[in-house]
């Protein structure tokens, strides 16, 4: 089972940006398809963007498209979500995801089995 960490959230006025990591160890994330998620207070855990295992495929939820990416380092076991021109709906816990043995991600968050803590997202309007 692969462990996930998140990290580089924080606080940022609105149009700010940010890059969350999410590292993995344990074993090789080559072989997971890769997906963001995120939950703000008193809403469900809502899906962001997801990576294809090699990193050639990608998907964005439309609130984010346009603003966020999202990018692998296999080589390193990374996978990264750069945010920019943040606003504060975007305000929430993000967390990462991965989906064993799969070439792509989904949007359901109840196909992934290895979650990481989540890292906090707070833009200050």
């Known amino acids: 089972q692969v462990q996930l960490v998140e990290s580089g959230g924080g606080l940022v006025q609105t149009g700010g940006s940010l890059r969350l990591s999410c590292a993995a160890s344990g074993r090789t994330l080559s072989w997971d398809a890769i997906g963001w998620f995120r939950q703000a207070p008193e809403k469900e855990r809502a899906f962001v963007a997801w990576?294809?295992?090699?990193?050639?495929?990608?998907s964005y939820a439309d609130s984010v498209k346009g603003r966020f990416t999202i990018s692998r380092d296999n080589a390193k076991n990374m996978v990264y979500l750069q945010m920019s021109s943040l606003k504060p709906d975007d305000t929430a816990i993000y967390y990462c995801?991965?989906?064993?043995?799969?070439?792509?991600?989904?949007?359901?968050?109840?196909?992934?089995?290895?979650w990481g803590q989540g890292t906090q997202v707070t833009v200050s309007s």
């Open positions: 995801a991965g989906r064993p043995g799969a070439s792509h991600g989904v949007r359901n968050p109840e196909a992934y089995t290895s």
């Open positions: 990576i294809s295992n090699s990193g050639g495929a990608t």
